[in-house]
């Protein structure tokens, strides 16, 4: 093991390694799904969407020997499943977080079904980019080689955060979501408008999904998601529907999830089941401590959760 | 036709029209995958329902699936939409072992050890729905989330507890609890390999629609779920109700648990995290959360669950062929819910909106 030649100088730095090479699929998904809930619709499937993507990128990658065209292929296979979900999720009287949980079945199910072939064969990865130029330690150069997909990610936060506050296109997003009634009187298509977001948002999630089955962990296999996508969801809540804090969330996500890796790698492993759930308690405690009965959260779209007409 | 009936077949046709609807797109996926459309449906259907010896594997399907769903069909009379089914399951399973070794060390006699276990179970699942009730009453966090993410933490305590504290030494490929002894385990029905987990869970489904339906307590959640802040207006305990009908709902799905441990697999291990959780959603939803129809609808989708195995060996079809059919039946159920009152030949005849009566304004 790596680790072992720091000794425990391994633990945080393999937790800083695990951080930048873990959050990409939070960080895509989160992004997404903030652009649905802007526009007023929840969509729980991203789950599914997530495990499709990296079926699909992976299986891509490995039948033309080109990543990017994995990439690419991924985010469409996501969109797909937003046009069902966007489509079912207005339908009246039906609930959008039933529609997920459906879409979570529905979404892995495919996946699984169709990446059954895949799942020993290697596929080409994505290229990294190396930040460790000035460095000779073998362990530091391995820690900060980046996914381009992370920095795809990172790119792509504050470009969404200018998008709502001053682009006509976000500003058409956020008055659906904060008021359908009000859009309506203006003449906006709010089926459009969701669809739109809805698809938009699943095409990044999809693209989290190549993340996970082209840069780390680099493989196809079904547990390879065990319920990322589904913390992303939660992570937009904490990060307040803003875009450049679902950034800093999916990096204290990304490094929860390497807690228990990293004290692996040191020997500490009696607890190596419990430390692997940190993300999911952490996630917890988070919602326990940012959410109350008492206010709404500031930032939330007004129609978030509410049924259509 | 009367109204009455009228709208008794709406609510029999539309789901059952729903599942047809699912069935033909399922042909189609199966027929872009290469299988043979009809000799698919043979094969479930002889699987599921072909012969006793076949129907005995989808009553023992079914059995947690009824128990399972409840877990999710109690609590969404209050409104609440919880998926935390597998983690109850799981971690009812996994009380039950520690109960019944427990127990059993003590040398209570076999009943004892029996209704121990099933209250252990029943006491762990209910809990751990009723802290998602708790904070979903106290703290607004949205439920359906966090029994989710619940049920990653259930299982990875099952690892837990199986890879450590409770590991029996001699399960090496497979890390297990120490096994209940045999005299302990719960028995089959006369005459049949079906055990009584069955009775179990159409027990648990009579009684829970006479709660909803028959008592005060059930109208007084019905009332909380239709609109919670008139709930309160009248002075009901919409939080005490939370937690009670969480507990409730998380117990069945304990009782799943103890059930699958003891009469199935005899030990915890990986095998309790057998997606019966998730089944037990599905199964909810397409009962439209009645209890009496869900025990139906367990049957059917233990039948399909039943035929799993054919689909792989007879028609070269992946294991996750079964998932995406429960996906499509879901999504196609989803669907239905939205035809109520849509569809010309259930609309009410004869009856004509009266125009609204002009009245002179006094002036």
């Known amino acids: 093991m790596a680790s072992e030649a720091l000794g425990w100088w391994g633990v945080p730095l393999a937790i800083i390694a695990g951080t930048l090479r873990g959050s990409a699929p939070f960080l895509l998904v989160s992004l997404g799904e903030c652009l649905t809930e802007k526009s007023g619709k929840i969509n729980l499937g991203l789950e599914g969407t997530l495990l499709m993507g990296a079926m699909s990128a992976y299986a891509v990658s490995y039948l033309t020997g080109s990543p990017w065209l994995g990439v690419i292929v991924a985010g469409v296979a996501g969109m797909f499943l937003g046009l069902i979900h966007g489509w079912l999720a207005q339908q009246p009287r039906v609930n959008d977080v039933a529609v997920g949980i459906a879409m979570i079945i529905f979404g892995s199910g495919l996946a699984f079904f169709l990446g059954k072939p895949f799942i020993q064969p290697s596929a080409p990865q994505l290229p990294t980019l190396s930040l460790a130029g000035w460095t000779q330690i073998p362990q530091l150069e391995s820690a900060l080689s980046i996914s381009p997909l992370f920095i795809l990610g990172v790119a792509i936060a504050p470009l969404m955060q200018w998008f709502f506050r001053s682009s006509r296109w976000g500003l058409l997003i956020r008055a659906v979501g904060d008021s359908p009634d009000a859009a309506k009187a203006m003449g906006i298509s709010i089926f459009k408008v969701r669809m739109a977001s809805i698809v938009a948002g699943s095409f990044l999630a999809g693209i989290g999904g190549a993340s996970l089955s082209l840069f780390y962990p680099g493989s196809w296999s079904e547990r390879i998601s065990s319920g990322q996508g589904l913390m992303a969801v939660a992570l937009v809540i904490f990060a307040r529907w803003n875009p450049v804090q679902c950034l800093y969330a999916s990096l204290l996500f990304g490094g929860a999830q390497a807690i228990g890796p990293a004290l692996q790698s040191v020997g500490i492993d009696a607890y190596y089941y419990l430390f692997n759930a940190s993300p999911y308690i952490l996630t917890l405690l988070i919602m326990v401590i940012t959410c109350s009965p008492k206010r709404t959260l500031t930032g939330a779209p007004g129609s978030l959760g509410q049924a259509q007409e | ?363």
């Not at chain 2, 449906?41 to 399907?61: C, D, H, K, V």
């Not at chain 2, 609440?80 to 003590?106: C, D, H, S």
């Not at chain 2, 007084?220 to 609109?227: F, I, K």
């Open chain 2, 1 to 363: 036709m009367s109204d009455r009936w009228r709208s008794l077949l709406e609510k029999i046709c539309i789901p059952v029209g729903a599942l047809l609807a699912a069935l033909v797109i399922f042909g189609l996926f199966c027929g872009l995958a290469g299988a043979n459309p009809l000799g698919v449906y043979y094969s479930i259907s002889r699987a599921a329902f072909g012969s006793w010896s076949s129907f005995q594997n989808t009553l023992i399907q079914a059995s947690p699936l009824m128990l399972s769903a409840l877990c999710t069909a109690l609590p969404a009379r209050l409104g609440l939409v919880i998926i935390g089914n597998e983690g109850a399951l799981v971690l009812g399973g996994l009380a039950a072992v520690a109960g019944g070794l427990t127990l059993g060390g003590w040398g209570l006699p076999t009943p004892g050890v029996q209704l121990g276990m099933a209250f252990a179970g029943m006491a762990a699942g209910g809990i751990w729905i009723a802290i998602v009730g708790a904070l979903r009453h106290y703290r607004a966090v949205n439920e359906t989330i966090s029994s989710l993410l619940m049920n990653y933490i259930a299982i990875a305590l099952l690892n837990h507890m199986v890879n450590g504290p409770m590991k029996d030494p001699s399960s090496l490929n497979k890390p297990s609890s120490y096994p209940l002894p045999e005299m302990h385990m719960l028995g089959n029905l006369p005459g049949s390999r079906v055990h009584y987990g069955l009775v179990l869970g159409l027990v648990a489904c009579g009684l829970a629609y006479f709660l909803i339906q028959r008592t005060t307590f059930g109208f007084a959640a019905r009332t909380a779920g239709g609109n919670v802040r008139a709930a309160r207006v009248a002075g009901l305990p919409v939080g005490k109700l939370t937690l009670a009908i969480c507990f409730l709902g998380g117990a069945c799905a304990g009782l799943a648990g103890m059930v699958e441990v003891a009469a199935v697999h005899g030990r915890a291990n990986e095998s309790l995290n057998a997606n019966y959780g998730y089944g037990g959603v599905l199964v909810a939803f397409i009962a439209r959360h009645n209890p009496i129809a869900a025990s139906l609808v367990a049957l059917l989708l233990g039948g399909i669950l039943a035929s799993g195995g054919i689909l792989q060996r007879s028609h070269g079809l992946p294991d996750a062929t079964v998932m995406v059919f429960q996906g499509i039946v879901f999504l196609s159920v989803l669907y239905s819910d939205s035809l109520y009152g849509r569809l010309p030949i259930f609309k009410e005849r004869g009856v004509q909106p009266s125009p609204p009566v002009a009245v002179a304004t006094p002036v």
